[in-house]
């Protein structure tokens, strides 16, 4: 169960009440109810659950509206990371953006071997907490989503140039 020992702030946006049980889970050492290790894992194997059509939903707008429908939305499913964490990503990949040889927009949930609870980011923007423990708390991060593919592709853009966009090169404006 995730913490209940939250300041009164029940008409606070979501994002800012996920972000203050964030900082009560690191305040009494617990994620999602859990203490042990075991627990989180399992806790973070369910929010990529709970994650999956709302990643694969941000990244297929994009490729509907920004790609032109050319690209390919993939999943790794939860895996073993390097450091013996575990990691889950989505990725969206096309062919401008492997003519450029720029990796693909993604968008990750991570939870590394050293860290005390798991974490959202991209694969070239930073780290947002990750605190999903049902559909309700998934859905909620559907904004953060969208907001890491696009600051995703932003960057691509700024390594490479504009040409990397289908719609640009194709002349859609608006």
């Known amino acids: 169960m995730p913490s209940t020992d939250l300041p009164p702030s029940e008409d606070a946006p979501q994002h800012l009440r996920s972000l203050i049980r964030h900082f009560v889970d690191l305040r009494d050492g617990?994620?999602?109810?859990?203490?042990?290790r075991q627990g989180k894992e399992a806790r973070f194997?369910?929010?990529?659950?709970?994650?999956?059509p709302y990643a694969r939903q941000a990244l297929s707008e994009m490729n509907r509206t920004l790609l032109l429908d050319t690209g390919t939305v993939t999943a790794t499913g939860l895996v073993r990371a390097p450091d013996g964490g575990l990691e889950a990503a989505w990725t969206l990949t096309w062919a401008e953006q492997r003519d450029a040889q720029v990796e693909p927009v993604t968008i990750k949930a991570f939870y590394g071997r050293s860290f005390h609870h798991p974490h959202l980011g991209g694969g070239t923007v930073g780290v947002w907490p990750l605190n999903v423990f049902n559909e309700q708390d998934a859905a909620a991060e559907l904004p953060t989503l969208r907001s890491i593919a696009?600051?995703?592709?932003?960057?691509?853009?700024?390594?490479r140039d504009y040409r990397i966009v289908p719609a640009i090169?194709?002349?859609a404006t608006s």
């Open 30 to 36: 617990i994620h999602g109810g859990e203490t042990s």
């Open 150 to 159: 696009a600051a995703d592709l932003h960057n691509l853009v700024f390594q």
């Open 45 to 52: 194997a369910e929010a990529v659950e709970h994650l999956d």
């Open 169 to 171: 090169t194709a002349g």
